[in-house]
């Protein structure tokens, strides 16, 4: 069992960058994969980014690719996502998530956080 709790979101404006932290607590946080998903107001909920347990396995998705690292820190159970030159598009509910396998599916992921609020405004 994985809880997860996301910070580190708010408002900021067009071509700032934001930090996003998801702390981790059960037993198994090192051995798992993590990832960040994002929902914007009316859409489905999409891949940011990805990492494997061991950090030497990284994705993103094209639209944050550049702008966006993910990494870990497995000592701290912690997982970052740094965010830089936000564009509005944005704008969405960042989750951060834990499963035993990495992937860009949502399907693949067993533990979600309840989200934080990242606001770009232009």
């Known amino acids: 069992q994985v809880q997860l709790v996301e910070s580190g979101g708010g408002l900021v404006q067009a071509g700032g960058s934001l930090r996003l932290s998801c702390a981790a607590s059960?037993?198994?946080?090192?051995?798992?994969?993590m990832a960040w998903f994002r929902q914007a107001p009316g859409k489905a909920r999409e891949f940011v980014a990805r990492?494997?347990?061991?950090?030497?396995?990284?994705g993103y998705a094209d639209s944050v690719k550049g702008r966006f690292t993910i990494s870990r820190d497995n000592a701290k159970n912690t997982v970052y996502l740094q965010m830089n030159n936000l564009e509005p598009e944005d704008t969405a509910v960042y989750y951060c998530a834990a499963g035993s396998r990495i992937a860009t599916s949502r399907f693949q992921y067993d533990y979600w956080g309840q989200g934080t609020q990242v606001t770009v405004s232009s």
């Open positions: 990492i494997s347990w061991s950090g030497d396995n990284i």
């Open positions: 059960g037993r198994t946080f090192s051995s798992n994969a």
